[in-house]
């Protein structure tokens, strides 16, 4: 298996425009989580989903953040419109027991 | 609230000698902990975990401790190597099994010295 797989690896965009970032889950897993890292709050949940399913998003920053998963292979998430505070490494993790297996993340850069 | 805490932010070892990475939590719910190492410009990689049925778990290198009454746990390293310098996170998670959220630590870097 080829892990989690996370595009793009890096993002330049200027603020006020749309990012999006897409992550593969490990096949047969059956939850996905999105985490941002950053150096003055470290890792953070942002949201996760169960069979697709939204579980929890007590910790996506605001509405200009949503997330999706349309199937068991694929998620997004979207910023829009991003801001400078915004930058960070975003990382996907599945799992389909206690332990996460992160994507290489993805480093999001707002000017 | 933090309910993981890694206090020392950096540790610098020697080659050959024991590395030891301590982290704190405050909930006495958590009934699983995890550690993760992570390179630069990499994800999070698991290393090593333990229920809280236990007090310890080994595995080659690498053992993690887990004090209960002090809510208390820490990895070790032995023998540390240079490649094993990486940060390193502990996390916690509650009602294991059904696969919750992990709370992490802020992580410590870890630089072990030729």
């Known amino acids: 298996d080829a892990g989690v797989i996370q595009s793009p690896r890096h993002e330049v965009t200027e603020m006020g425009q749309e990012v999006t970032l897409r992550c593969k889950p490990i096949s047969g897993h059956d939850y996905l989580f999105w985490y941002r890292q950053t150096m003055m709050r470290g890792l953070e949940l942002l949201i996760y989903f169960n069979n697709n399913v939204p579980i929890d998003d007590s910790g996506m920053p605001e509405d200009r953040f949503s997330a999706k998963m349309p199937n068991a292979s694929f998620s997004t998430l979207k910023i829009q419109p991003s801001e400078p505070r915004d930058s960070a490494v975003y990382f996907c993790?599945?799992?389909?027991?206690?332990?996460?297996?992160f994507g290489p993340g993805t480093r999001l850069t707002v000017l | 609230d933090q309910q993981v805490k890694q206090n020392s932010p950096s540790l610098s070892v020697q080659e050959g000698r024991i590395s030891i990475l301590n982290c704190d939590y405050t909930?006495?719910?958590?009934?699983?902990f995890l550690w993760y190492k992570k390179y630069p410009a990499e994800g999070p990689t698991f290393l090593i975990s333990i229920s809280s049925i236990k007090d310890k778990n080994e595995d080659g290198r690498f053992t993690v401790f887990l004090n209960k009454s002090a809510k208390h746990l820490s990895l070790h390293i032995v023998p540390s190597q240079p490649g094993d310098s990486a940060v390193y996170f502990c996390?916690?998670?509650?009602?294991?099994?059904?696969?919750?959220?992990?709370?992490f630590g802020q992580g410590t870097t870890l630089q072990v010295k030729p």
């Open positions: 993790a599945t799992s389909a027991y206690n332990e996460q297996f």
């Open positions: 996390a916690a998670i509650w009602d294991s099994g059904n696969t919750g959220k992990l709370i």
């Open positions: 909930n006495s719910m958590f009934d699983y």
